[in-house]
């Protein structure tokens, strides 16, 4: 939340959105490997209802992790607003905090069910990086870095769509502040990431889009034989 969406509010003009995307990838791959080893570093209401949902997560941990993610969001979203605040010809009315939406007088101006399809597929993608990065027989050491890539490369395909959310909580935190219809369109940044984590989810826990630690190997080759 900090870290994207004030480099959108906060140098936009300055760093185009190639660089808004690189610093919201670049932000979870410092969450990855400075907060991994004691949380995940999940930072998203959609990932932890995908690891739910793929039966890696209790539903009293995916709660109190989806509390603390939207809390840190609406925490995020006050310190960018103090600090904005102190700069020339700010005004969340005009400027915004970095919002979520869609529709005539929003980026792109792409209708309600673009932004839906692509929320939802971003989401999916997403989360399944997420799931398949971080299950075990998968090189622990590129996981914050895959993940972090990924959440790039899907800014720089739908900043224009939406502002890109795939995460409840970081479209929750500015739409809290900024008001009007950023608070009438958030419904669309809940429930397509939150379907769109479920639906990784399903397909991680079935095995379908999961590999390697999971598949029985293969039996040893009888002595003397020369392995393939």
Do not use: K
């Amino acid at each position: 939340m900090f870290f994207g969406c004030g480099a959108a509010v906060l140098m936009g003009e300055h760093i185009g959105m190639l660089g808004i995307s690189l610093a919201f990838g670049l932000a979870i791959v410092a969450a990855a490997y400075g907060l991994g080893a004691i949380s995940g570093a999940h930072l998203n209401p959609a990932v932890s209802f995908g690891m739910l949902v793929a039966g890696r997560m209790t539903p009293v941990e995916c709660s109190a992790y989806a509390a603390a993610q939207i809390a840190g969001a609406i925490i995020g979203a006050l310190v960018l607003l103090l600090v904005a605040s102190g700069g020339p010809g700010f005004s969340v009315a005009e400027t915004g905090l970095g919002q979520n939406g869609f529709g005539p007088g929003y980026l792109g101006e792409y209708a309600l069910l673009s932004a839906l399809t692509f929320e939802f597929v971003a989401t999916f993608i997403f989360v399944t990086v997420i799931l398949g990065a971080t299950h075990s027989g998968a090189p622990a050491a590129m996981a914050g870095l895959a993940i972090g890539l990924t959440l790039a490369a899907i800014h720089m395909v739908g900043i224009n769509v939406t502002g890109v959310s795939v995460n409840p909580a970081r479209s929750i935190g500015p739409a809290l502040f900024v008001g009007g219809q950023a608070i009438a369109d958030l419904w669309v940044f809940i429930v397509a990431p939150l379907g769109g984590g479920a639906l990784a989810g399903v397909l991680f826990g079935a095995g379908i889009t999961r590999a390697g630690a999971d598949i029985e190997p293969p039996p040893p080759p009888p002595t003397g034989a020369t392995p393939i």
